[in-house]
T-cell receptor, first 113, second 115 residues
């Protein structure tokens, strides 16, 4: 079955460490997105990519980095510059020229310890 | 920039009753898409219903329907015959019509269903 896989489901990070969240899709979707979810804040856009080897900053890109070397993969790195990284992270993809909105992954819960 | 506002952080409804969740948005575009997503306790995001702005007819999916008022920039979700499984966070979202532009989400409404 086609879908989006996020891993790991839970991730713990020590202060000062970089961590990478994985997002893989086998839907042949062109565009991929990363959102951060905090209580009472809804979903806020971190980065997105509309095509391989290209990506754009979202509203809260500071302290995060991404790459898009393959169509299927869009990993998110949370760097030590991100001051408050504890949150729930959602990855999504969307097919070109569609009104069907996103297909979402199941999310990664990141906790700083 | 487009914004989406959900003015009800929390709502509750009795089982089998009807509830309406509010959403307003701000845009200068004439063509766009609107969505309602459900996020149950599992946190998996599920598309509930979508509306294309150029269609005047309100979208309906089984017990879920919308009241789309384009001039007022309002997009409310009505849930009829509420069930315990409807308890979740509900997010309203907007997307421009062109390209793969990102969805803009509201802050969500937490719906409780009382047995």
């Amino acid at each position: 079955d086609g879908g989006i896989t996020q891993s790991p489901k839970y991730l713990f990070r020590k202060e000062g460490q970089n961590v990478t969240l994985s997002c893989e899709q086998n839907l042949n979707h062109d565009a991929m997105y990363w959102y951060r979810q905090d209580p009472g804040q809804g979903l806020r856009l971190i980065y997105y990519s509309q095509i391989v080897n290209d990506f754009q900053k979202g509203d809260i890109a500071e302290g995060y980095s991404v790459s898009r070397e393959k169509k299927e993969s869009f990993p998110l790195t949370v760097t030590s510059a991100q001051k408050n990284p504890t949150a729930f992270y959602l990855c999504a993809s969307m097919r070109d020229t569609t009104n069907y909105g996103y297909t979402f992954g199941s999310g990664t819960r990141l906790t700083v310890v | 920039a487009q914004t989406v506002t959900q003015s009800q952080p929390e709502m509750s409804v009795q089982e089998a009753e009807t509830v309406t969740l509010s959403c307003t948005y701000d845009t200068s575009e004439s063509d766009y898409y609107l969505f309602w997503y459900k996020q149950p306790p599992s946190r998996q995001m599920i598309l509930v219903i979508r509306q294309e702005a150029y269609k005047q007819q309100n979208a309906t999916e089984n017990r879920f329907s919308v009241n789309f008022q384009k001039a007022a920039k309002s997009f409310s979700l009505k849930i009829s015959d509420s069930q315990l499984g409807d308890a979740a966070m509900y997010f309203c979202a907007y997307r421009r019509h062109s390209g793969n532009t990102p969805l803009v989400f509201g802050k969500g409404t937490r719906l409780s269903v009382i047995a």
